[in-house]
């Protein structure tokens, strides 16, 4: 907790832009790793803003503080911002984003002072070229951050948790078969080098996991990959003397974190002087050779003699590289770390049988519970469900914190009781428990939206519509090559119908005992996924949901792959997709009004009830709970 009040911290950043003589400066959410969750340390908008959620940015001027975040958060935010903050809901009508209020609200040529390490620098060129063509202002690189100044003694130290191997029985992959794979497609592209910047893509090249950062198994590093060498760039006081060993015999080179940075500059002009060997080379022989070249799952990619960096990494990383030696493209280990392989799917498959047990002893217990008049609350039944999870085999810890929210509170998206603000759980209103974990064998994430006394007509038809929309898109087939933008709507359709919807998107991605949320695969409206292909082996979440603000609040959440169809054609000889669901948690038909689920609709929950049935009561039966076994029988009796 900080000593300084919000009105001391503004004062304080303001007085540092006045000495670097800029008129705004930009506070984003992320870390130089562009990590959507981010520790202590690097917790810079929160500190400022008092805002916990996980998105959003602030912006201070000498007069104003604005702070931007999605629907997903309005609620949240409006409770959590202070008088000083005025709250600028993105996407809704006549709100500009953050971007555009930068070009259209500064005074002209005015100087933006911004961090290099925690912007992208997909960003910082797209906010440039915008800048440009509006009131001619500017970015300002800040080295020191100016947030961690007004911060000073009272930031948290940087993590060096101790680094963990996972096996290859669980992994499915050698590290050696991975860097192979990796050099393979940087030779086909042309490539002197990868540079590996987000956390969760350095943990799967090496088949280590972390922890560093709550609820998501990573560790502070950066890699840098080429034809003839790897380096690993990390705290070494986090790797055993075993994972040291292990790496050395894998030819992979163990240096400090902050020696990423001289190692970057040499790569770059290393890059530098090959590219102008080349093209002297190539002018000499009057030919450039292709230009495009199609990797082995078919997409069609553009050769480069330039480094490799993602869309994510940071504008410092490639201002030390030098822009002019660097490719920004999707990263190649973000797109192989997205398709799993065949054990990582079987991993999926059992850690969530094992997690559906016990989100079936913790619904049996809740409601036995609150039949009884228990008082309990939001905090403490969410730490009674880590219980349960903890008795699992492989349990690693939570995949994020549990969303375990009861009437008007479950109309916010994330919504996180702690200790010291949670509500009692009201057996007459909806409980929304959104929640997951991390195996060594896989992640999970479900929600399943509950009533524990008689619904209302209102709730139980948002909640049929939400769950047509479940289904729709859990029977969807699809060809290769549609994106999860082209597949959000089958989702919303149902919802539509009764001029409903929801702000935010259907599905994300989920790694393996990585992070809960993943790239590059999405299903959802925004722009973003329009041109990223589901693949077979992706996993994906199917998450519509409804909230009613000041309420209830509506989500039903499995998480399933990309597989393979079996259709009866094959039109254009281009192969379909389809989905299959991991997640094995009962979905409550009391909240349905049947009448309203067409036959196809009602066979699906019925056989997806049965399969859950077949597949949780063995583990149920292994810990003896009888009470969660009838619970299980009960919620999954045909309708």
């Known amino acids: 907790m900080s000593t300084k009040s919000a009105n001391d911290k503004l004062s304080a950043l303001r007085s540092l832009m006045q000495e670097h003589n800029v008129g705004a400066y930009v506070v984003p959410s992320e870390d130089a790793h562009m990590s959507e969750y981010t520790a202590p340390v690097d917790q810079r908008r929160e500190y400022l803003t008092s805002f916990t959620g996980s998105a959003g940015t602030a912006i201070v001027t000498k007069d104003e503080a604005r702070f931007w975040t999605d629907g997903r958060?309005?609620?949240?935010?409006?409770?959590?911002?202070?008088?000083?903050?005025?709250?600028?809901?993105?996407?809704?009508?006549g709100v500009p984003t953050w971007q555009q209020w930068l070009k259209n609200d500064l005074p002209a040529k005015s100087r933006i002072g911004m961090d290099p390490t925690i912007l992208a620098h997909a960003e910082h060129s797209s906010l440039t070229k915008s800048l440009s063509e509006g009131n001619k202002s500017y970015i300002v690189a800040i080295d020191d951050n100016l947030v961690d100044d007004v911060w000073g003694t009272e930031r948290h130290p940087r993590p060096s948790n101790p680094v963990i191997q996972l096996e290859d029985k669980y992994a499915g992959a050698s590290v050696g078969s991975k860097l192979t794979k990796l050099r393979e497609l940087l030779n086909q592209v042309g490539s002197p080098g990868i540079v590996v910047t987000q956390l969760d893509e350095v943990a799967w090249?090496?088949?280590?996991?972390?922890?560093?950062?709550?609820?998501?198994?990573?560790?502070?590093?950066?890699?840098?990959?080429?034809?003839?060498d790897c380096n690993l760039f990390v705290n070494a006081k986090c790797l055993s003397e075993p994972i040291r060993d292990y790496l050395h015999k894998n030819n992979v080179s163990i240096l400090d974190y902050e020696k990423v940075w001289p190692h970057l500059k040499t790569l770059g002009e290393r890059t530098k002087e090959s590219r102008a060997q080349k093209a002297k080379e190539e002018e000499e022989k009057g030919s450039t050779g292709p230009k495009e070249i199609t990797l082995p799952d078919g997409e069609k990619i553009i050769k480069t003699d330039k480094v490799l960096v993602g869309k994510k990494t940071s504008w410092a990383v490639v201002r030390v590289l030098g822009e002019e030696n660097v490719e920004v493209r999707r990263s190649f280990v973000e797109d192989e770390k997205a398709k799993k392989n065949a054990t990582e799917i079987e991993g999926f498959r059992q850690c969530n049988i094992r997690d559906g047990a016990a989100l079936c002893r913790y619904f049996a217990w809740l409601e036995e519970e609150l039949s009884k008049g228990a008082k309990l609350t939001e905090y403490s039944a969410a730490k009674e469900l880590e219980n349960f999870r903890k008795q699992n085999e492989k349990f690693m810890g939570l995949s994020f914190s549990t969303i375990s929210s009861t009437g008007p509170n479950a109309a916010v998206i994330h919504y996180e009781a702690t200790e010291n603000d949670t509500a009692v759980i009201d057996p007459n209103q909806i409980y929304l428990c959104d929640s997951g974990a991390q195996y060594l064998d896989g992640t999970t994430d479900t929600t399943r939206t509950m009533h524990f006394g008689t619904p209302t007509e209102e709730e139980k038809l948002a909640n049929t519509r939400v769950l047509q929309g479940h289904i729709a898109l859990d029977r969807a087939v699809f060809p290769k090559g549609t994106s999860g933008f082209v597949l959000d709507a089958i989702a919303r359709i149902p919802l539509w119908q009764d001029g409903l919807d929801f702000r935010h998107g259907t599905g994300h991605g989920v790694g393996h005992f990585l992070n809960v949320h993943e790239g590059p695969q999405g299903i959802s409206p925004r722009p973003t996924t329009l041109d990223i292909a589901l693949k077979e082996g992706m996993v994906i979440s199917n998450e519509p949901g409804y909230y009613a603000d000041g309420k209830f609040g509506i989500r039903i959440e499995n998480v399933f792959a990309v597989k393979r169809a079996n259709t009866r054609e094959n039109f254009g000889g281009k192969g379909y997709l389809e989905f299959e669901h991991f997640t094995m948690v009962p979905m409550q038909t009391k909240l349905v009004q049947h009448d309203l689920l067409a036959p196809i609709e009602k066979k699906w929950l019925n056989d997806y009830h049965a399969e859950v049935l077949e597949k949780v009561t063995p583990v149920l039966k292994s810990f003896g709970d009888d009470r969660a076994l009838k619970w299980l029988e009960r919620e999954c009796k045909a309708i």
């Open 73 to 93: 958060y309005f609620l949240q935010a409006e409770k959590q911002l202070g008088k000083e903050w005025i709250l600028m809901k993105s996407g809704m009508t």
């Open 205 to 228: 090249m090496f088949n280590l996991r972390g922890s560093d950062i709550a609820y998501n198994p990573v560790f502070f590093a950066y890699a840098i990959l080429t034809p003839d």
